[in-house]
Antibody, heavy 118, light 106 residues
Framework: EVQLVESGGGLVQPGGSLRLTCAAS????????MCWVRQAPGKGLEWVSY????????HYADSVKGRFTISRDNAKNSLYLQMNSLRVEDTAAYFC???????????WGQGTVVTVSS | DIQMTQSPSTLSASVGDRVTITCRAS??????LAWYQQKPGKAPKLLIY???SLESGVPSRFSGSGSGTEFTLTISSLQPDDFATYYC????????FGQGTKVEIK
């Protein structure tokens, strides 16, 4: 089955760190670009970060630049998001999504919830 | 940065109604626009890509049109399963989502 499964969310204090993982299966992960998208409670979707298929090119939203780092391990079919210096406003469900210009964000994970609170 | 503005924010409609949602880009994005449907607690689902291409398996009552800065998503005859929130997304320059349009039961 073609799927993405996120893990690693949880409750963390402001200023803390968390690492999210997205496990891919059912397709050739190393051929695809990947993104992280988040959704604060009751709010809309916000693109967070992008990585190309080999991990050599990344982009970040201004809201997380300098604090979050996206990476991937194609041998493990896994995508990561290292989140440092977390803020209350980073509280959200975080989705990984497969990107392709021919079909946009066709494949999404189910999301993992990050709560930043003291 | 490219900003995406959807209207309306909320839409009340009945089963069988024709529904149109508009999305405007702050600068030209050619046809690099997608539409997604999201239900509470679920991941978004791709409906339309490249402004007017219907994703496989999506009912033909959904259609998209537009280019440049103005785009529309039309549901020709609203069905009970269509009550959800809809987002446009540009991918001409990085990625930006509209703020969403919630389609409610009238």
């Amino acid at each position: 089955e073609v799927q993405l499964v996120e893990s690693g969310g949880g409750l963390v204090q402001p200023g803390g760190s968390l690492r999210l993982t997205c496990a891919a299966s059912g397709f050739t992960f190393s051929s695809y670009e990947m993104c992280w998208v988040r959704q604060a409670p009751g709010k809309g979707l916000e693109w967070v970060s992008y990585i190309n298929s080999v991990g050599s090119n990344t982009h970040y939203a201004d809201s997380v630049k300098g604090r979050f780092t996206i990476s991937r391990d194609n041998a493990k079919n896994s995508l990561y998001l290292q989140m440092n210096s977390l803020r209350v406003e980073d509280t959200a469900a975080y989705f990984c999504a497969r990107w392709a210009q021919r079909d946009a964000f066709l494949l999404w994970g189910q999301g993992t919830v990050v709560t930043v609170s003291s | 940065d490219i900003q995406m503005t959807q209207s309306p924010s909320t839409l009340s409609a009945s089963v069988g109604d024709r529904v149109t949602i508009t999305c405007r880009a702050s600068q030209s994005i050619s046809s690099w626009l997608a539409w997604y449907q999201q239900k509470p607690g679920k991941a978004p689902k791709l409906l339309i890509y490249k402004a007017s291409s219907l994703e496989s398996g999506v009912p033909s009552r959904f259609s998209g049109s537009g280019s440049g800065t103005e785009f529309t998503l039309t549901i020709s005859s609203l069905q009970p399963d269509d009550f959800a929130t809809y987002y446009c997304q540009q991918y001409n320059s990085l990625w930006t989502f509209g703020q969403g349009t919630k389609v409610e039961i009238k």
